[in-house]
């Protein structure tokens, strides 16, 4: 069976401190897709990126930057600088042949 | 334009009445993907289509829930005798079926209340 566990119910921030976000993911498949997506309040679910089992290459993307480690069975996601804007709900998810299973989600707040 | 739409967003209804949602994707998406998602919750897989094959199903909550997708196009939900344990928002999602597994557009949702 998938599981996602994102263990941080909720994280509060100052702005312009960096955060990082723990995903860690059980699979038996081989091949594999992690997800992370943004809720912010107004609802709708916003990608953020994509990485299938084989890339353990880490990504930065502006101020974004996640971190796969195959040996852990963790991909975790860093706000760098962090700001108000960034206040979500953020979920890691985990796609293997026919379903996507989504973490609880980590609720960020950023304060001023 | 352009994204994922629902219809409707918002819909209230008395217990043991059916409910029908309607999901419009990505018009060259042909991969349709309907989920529920609870106060506090990640958003949980029900269903999913290519074209207008229903490809997972085992995953629908009971059998009150079905899903359609008659045309390859446009999907609906229904939940038939709807109980109050139904509550939830319903997100639909579209994506391009290649490379596989790419990433899913997901629509406003449809917040279903049971009273």
């Known amino acids: 069976a998938q599981k996602v566990t994102q263990a941080q119910t909720e994280i509060s921030v100052v702005e312009k401190e960096d955060v990082t976000l723990d995903c860690v993911y059980e699979?038996?498949?081989?091949?594999?897709?992690l997800f992370w997506y943004k809720q912010p309040p107004s609802g709708e679910l916003v990608f953020l990126i994509r990485?299938?089992?084989?890339?353990?290459q880490n990504e930065i993307s502006g101020r974004y930057s996640w971190n796969f480690q195959k040996s852990t069975s963790s991909f975790n996601f860093t706000i760098t600088a962090s700001q108000v804007v960034d206040s979500a709900v953020y979920f890691c998810?985990?796609?293997?042949?026919?379903?996507?299973?989504f973490g609880a989600g980590t609720r960020l707040t950023v304060k001023p | 334009d352009t994204g994922v739409s629902q219809d409707p967003r918002h819909k209230i209804t008395k217990r043991g009445q059916n409910v029908t949602f309607r999901c419009d994707p990505i018009?060259?998406?042909?991969?349709l993907y309907w989920y529920r998602q609870t106060l506090g919750q990640g958003p949980e897989f029900l269903t999913y289509?290519?074209?207008?094959?229903?490809?997972?199903k085992s995953r629908l909550l009971s059998d009150r829930f079905s899903a359609e997708r008659p045309k390859g196009s446009f999907s609906t939900l229904e939940i038939q005798r709807t109980e109050q344990g139904d509550s939830a928002m319903y997100l639909c999602?579209?994506?391009?079926?290649?490379?596989?597994?790419?990433?899913?557009?997901f629509g406003p949702g449809t917040r279903l209340t049971v009273l």
């Open positions: 999602a579209s994506s391009h079926p290649a490379p596989s597994y790419n990433e899913q557009f």
């Open positions: 699979t038996r498949d081989t091949t594999y897709y």
């Open positions: 990485r299938n089992s084989f890339d353990e």
């Open positions: 998810a985990l796609s293997g042949l026919n379903d996507m299973r």
């Open positions: 018009s060259e998406h042909n991969r």
């Open positions: 289509f290519q074209n207008e094959a229903q490809l997972e």
